[in-house]
């Protein structure tokens, strides 16, 4: 008789289970072999120009080395976005944060970072982005006019920038960027 209850048991929670597991009734289920439909393809990414990772790795340690202290070193590429961030140990953040800033700026202007005043002065597309890029405040989130950014040229073509901070005193950033470009501009393609 306990194996009869026992039985009848089990079939009735089977049969429970398996009334919930049905879906309500006018709803329609697809089937478990339907076919999952195709994601949105994304749009293919755009890889720019840009110094290869050996070499801005290597302009990072001659840059560091002729700062003489602990320097931020960024290479951006052709867009602007970073390729290397290289803060050596016991370096302060805010070296690599000025380091982009400073690159960022030598991109926009195509020059030495030092020169976006007297661009700002002579382009108003450029004026117009650095006024765009100011906070609240009125201060820029990006860009500077301070010394040790720099375009990366290569036959004619921006193809990013260097920028530098840390050096002691700061014009010696714009030293430490040119050096770490001439180690490396004879390997540029």
Same mark, same amino acid.
């Given at each position: 008789?306990?194996?009869?209850?026992?039985?009848?048991?089990?079939?009735?929670?089977?049969?429970? *289970?398996?009334? =919930?597991?049905?879906?309500?009734?006018? #709803?329609?289920?697809?089937?478990?072999? $339907? %076919?999952? @439909?195709?994601? +949105?393809?994304?749009?293919?990414?755009?890889?720019?120009?840009?110094?290869?990772?050996?070499?801005?790795?290597?302009?990072?340690?001659?840059?560091?080395?002729?700062?003489?202290?602990?320097?931020?070193?960024?290479?951006?590429?052709?867009?602007?976005?970073?390729?290397?961030?290289?803060?050596?140990?016991?370096?302060?953040?805010?070296?690599?944060?000025?380091?982009?800033?400073?690159? *960022?700026?030598? =991109?926009?202007?195509?020059?030495?970072? #030092?020169?976006?005043?007297?661009?700002? $002065? %002579?382009? @108003?597309?450029? +004026?117009?982005?650095?006024?765009?890029?100011?906070?609240?405040?009125?201060?820029?989130?990006?860009?500077?006019?301070?010394?040790?950014?720099?375009?990366?040229?290569?036959?004619?073509?921006?193809?990013?920038?260097?920028?530098?901070?840390?050096?002691?005193?700061?014009?010696?950033?714009?030293?430490?960027?040119?050096?770490?470009?001439?180690?490396?501009?004879?390997?540029?393609?």
């Amino acid at each position: 008789m306990k194996i009869m209850l026992g039985v009848a048991l089990a079939l009735g929670l089977v049969g429970i *289970s398996l009334t =919930l597991a049905q879906p309500p009734q006018g #709803e329609q289920v697809a089937p478990s072999n $339907a %076919a999952v @439909p195709p994601r +949105a393809s994304r749009a293919p990414e755009v890889i720019a120009r840009s110094v290869p990772i050996d070499l801005a790795v290597q302009a990072a340690k001659v840059a560091n080395t002729c700062a003489g202290s602990h320097a931020g070193v960024v290479v951006l590429d052709q867009m602007g976005v970073s390729k290397l961030y290289y803060l050596a140990d016991s370096t302060p953040g805010t070296h690599g944060t000025a380091a982009f800033r400073k690159a *960022s700026t030598a =991109l926009l202007i195509n020059g030495p970072s #030092e020169g976006l005043r007297n661009r700002i $002065a %002579a382009d @108003p597309a450029i +004026a117009d982005k650095v006024i765009a890029d100011q906070d609240s405040s009125g201060k820029n989130k990006t860009y500077v006019s301070q010394t040790g950014g720099l375009p990366i040229v290569v036959k004619g073509e921006v193809i990013g920038a260097i920028g530098v901070s840390g050096g002691q005193p700061i014009a010696k950033d714009k030293e430490c960027a040119t050096a770490a470009l001439e180690a490396i501009q004879s390997q540029l393609k």
